[in-house]
């Protein structure tokens, strides 16, 4: 019998409470949220900063430490899921519509107002790529990285409830029974169902800007909510069939539009200027990561600024996002060791966002940089890599399938949320109960839906940011209780 308690309940209340705030008075929830998430990056960005400089360096160390060999389970246990899928799987929930929405926007924004060149000069490019690689790499996948494995190992090797509350149980005891352990689940939930309530916002939006930009169909709420309903009639199917069928064959199938579209983009955009922006690039994040992970400009008040609004903007987002992408990747990593459990969240993906960035950013500013289609940098965001496509042979054909893998990161994100939702408010269960997970199904789409008419998805994604601020501090000690696990568990192996 699966247990539901209080975390269910009282996620749920908190839920309902913010959806209503969100309806009934958005702009006080805009401006409330907006001056908390402001007062946090202005006086504690360097927390957010510090702490995920903090991650990378533990995860780098922990790969080439003597736990590298210790299994994610019993020493006999084998991996669910076969590399390419693991892959596909831990991608999708990690960066999917995100790298969508921003492969060519962001690149863009950051050439049009760099804090410390001139705008869209070569110099402003050459920053545009490198922060945006930087924004989207290691950092990124180490805050997932801490999580995940923290709970995969508890999990499995343990055998403790796959809750992150469990992950503090040589610190607390049996406290993470208690309401101490009840308050680290209840964060968390309310940090995935708001995050992603407003992913599927967002992706509702590109879609709906991405149709009406090729098409006659106009970009408005009704047809968000169309898609919106759609969406959520197919990530309930998915779900429904459980992780070995519906998450897992969407997820490859993410994959594979997602490198066809990368291959297409190539061969069909400025090749030899890709591969050449793609080797500097790569080359100016690698020379620059020590002095960038620690940069809070504290004498430049242009770079501090931009540093607040999207740096510590974006670790703060990722933190908010890590219960969700953290506990759905612990969940499909069972049997891999430590070394190769960090070597695929931390740099694999790292290796794809860059290639991805360079590929959709670098084309976007070869266009305008040579004035073959200027303008992109004053188009919506939701429409900026649909403008991109404009400007190459058969861009058509890329709308088609990026509306397709849009739609396929869309179902698969949401997919994976309700099954984490479930497992967070379930005691940890490895296989919620599908009521439980349509419930949370419908809780975000629901959730999303009022929110696009309400005009509130802003203020809500902005009070999951909120959220980030003490999660912060509950992976910094997520941390102390691996290491203090780890030294537990090798030193009983080894007697």
């Known amino acids: ?80 899921y076969n590399k390419i899928t693991w892959f596909a799987m831990l991608f999708s929930a990690g960066m999917g519509i995100g790298i969508i929405f921003w492969g060519a926007a962001e690149p863009l924004a950051h050439f049009a107002a760099p804090p410390n060149a001139e705008p869209e000069s070569i110099e402003a490019a050459k920053f545009a790529l490198r922060s945006s690689v930087f924004h989207w790499g290691l950092q990124t996948w180490s805050i997932y990285t801490v999580i995940a494995l923290s709970v995969a190992y508890f999990k499995f090797r343990r055998g403790a409830p796959g809750l992150i509350s469990s992950t503090f149980q040589p610190l607390i005891g ?86 066809l579209l990368l291959v297409l983009t190539i061969i069909l955009g400025p090749t030899i200027f890709i591969f050449n922006t793609l080797v500097s690039t790569i080359g100016d994040y690698i020379s620059a990561l020590p002095s960038l992970s620690f940069h809070t400009a504290p004498f430049d008040e242009n770079a501090n600024d931009w540093i607040q609004d999207w740096t510590v903007f974006y670790w703060a987002w990722f933190i908010a996002w890590s219960p969700f992408v953290g506990t759905f990747i612990a969940r ?124 509130g998805l802003g203020a809500l994604q902005t009070a999951s940011i909120v959220s980030a601020f003490p999660f912060t501090f509950i992976l910094l000690m997520m941390i102390v209780s691996l290491v203090k696990a780890l030294k537990e568990d090798y030193q009983e192996q080894n007697e």
């Not at 922990?62 to 389970?73: D, E, T």
Request: hydrophobic share 50%; proline share 2%; charged share 10%.
């Open 174 to 259: 049996d406290r993470t029974n208690g309401w101490i352990g009840n308050l680290i689940d209840i964060t968390a939930v309310f940090a995935t169902i708001f995050g992603v309530a407003t992913s599927l916002g967002l992706g509702a939006s590109q879609i709906s800007g991405g149709l009406s930009y090729v098409t006659d169909i106009k970009n408005n709420f009704s047809t968000q909510l169309i898609i919106i309903v759609i969406v959520t009639i197919l990530f309930m199917l998915s779900a429904w069939t459980g992780l070995s069928k519906g998450i897992k064959y969407l997820s490859n199938t993410n994959i594979i539009l997602a490198i």
């Open 332 to 455: 499909v990593s069972k049997g891999r060791t430590i070394r190769e459990f960090i070597f695929g969240v931390l740099f694999i993906p790292t290796i794809f966002c860059a290639l991805w960035f360079v590929v959709f950013g670098g084309s976007s500013l070869f266009q305008e940089l040579n004035g073959i289609n200027t303008g992109l940098t004053e188009l919506a965001k939701e429409k900026t890599l649909f403008g991109l496509f404009e400007g190459f042979p058969y861009g058509s054909v890329l709308t088609v399938v990026a509306i397709l893998l849009i739609s396929t990161f869309f179902i698969t994100s949401a997919d994976s949320a309700t099954f984490v939702l479930g497992m967070q408010t379930t005691n940890g269960s490895l296989n919620p109960p599908n009521k439980i997970k349509m419930i949370w199904g419908i809780i975000q789409s629901a959730t999303a839906a009022v929110l696009l008419t309400s005009g």
């Open 1 to 80: 019998m699966t247990q539901i308690g209080k975390v269910f309940w009282i996620s749920l209340i908190i839920s309902g409470v913010f959806v209503l705030w969100g309806v009934v008075a958005p702009e006080n929830l805009e401006s409330i949220t907006s001056n908390i998430q402001s007062f946090l990056t202005s006086q504690f960005g360097w927390v957010y900063i510090l702490s995920v400089a903090i991650f990378l360096l533990f995860s780098i160390y922990l790969m080439f430490s003597r736990y590298g060999k210790m299994r994610l389970g019993q020493d006999g246990d084998k991996p669910e």
